[in-house]
């Protein structure tokens, strides 16, 4: 299976390779980084039990969905693991980038373009993008125009960062998702919410979730990685200064049962009319 498009021209700073687009994505897109998104995408995948939280199965009379689409696809596992489910459909993945496989196998129900949203699907899944602080994505509105009758739009992103008691503390598109769909009763119906945490770090009392959080403290450790060029580039730090801050991250993370952190994720999913 071969990509249909060339991915952009890329750059290297501070031996990370980024896009040489003017897109808003803020971290990496090299073999490091899809490494990263695939521990990240397993960790959730361990709490949630499932490739997905919409009720995908009963679409079609119960003959699952025809068409999905994957939209920041970003290594392509979510894709391949989603056209091994469903045989009979269509899965497409769209990136700015190509995707991560390294030699894995792609199904011949799996695409990747490298392109902007378009088309008409059953299932559209917005992944969780990195962007610069401020920055709204427009596949919101564009996965509108994407989705099918009486097919789903699902959405997974991580919920703001949060305060000592527990509430937000930053801004974030998760909490302003479900209203907005909610606001549009003529477009969506049955819009529907879950909020797990993922745990950072061996604190968790059962063995899912200690297996989750220890994939979890290894991504969180990475994430911090991939910001480095730009701490570096666009933050005015040192190297050494961002060096030190992640290597005492890495050495706080190995004390979970101290801290107890967890990842909020919020995870969204409505029905087009």
Known sequence: MELIANAPQVCVRHGRQ???????YALPNDEREFNRLNNQF????LITGSNYTAPLPQLNSGEGPKDILDIAAGSGIWVIEL??????ARVVGIDLSKPG???????QNASFNVADIRGIVQLVELSPPVSRKGYRPPALNEAEQAVARGGYMHKNK????????GNPASWSIAD????????APSMWTNVQEKRIGVPIGTWASDEVGQEAGRIMQRQTVELFN???PNLIDVGGMSADEVDGIIARLADELEDG??????????FIWAVKR
Do not use: M, T
Request: zero cysteines.
């Open 18 to 24: 980024f896009h040489g687009s003017d897109s808003s």
């Open 83 to 88: 056209a091994l489910e469903f045989p009979q």
């Open 176 to 183: 302003r998702i479900a209203p907005a769909l909610r606001a």
């Open 158 to 165: 991580e919920n703001p960062s949060l305060d000592g008691d």
């Open 42 to 45: 397993q960790a959730l995948k």
């Open 257 to 266: 049962p101290k801290w107890e952190l967890e990842i909020p994720y919020e």
């Open 101 to 107: 496989l390294f030699g894995r196998a792609v199904p």
């Open 226 to 228: 991939g910001f480095r």
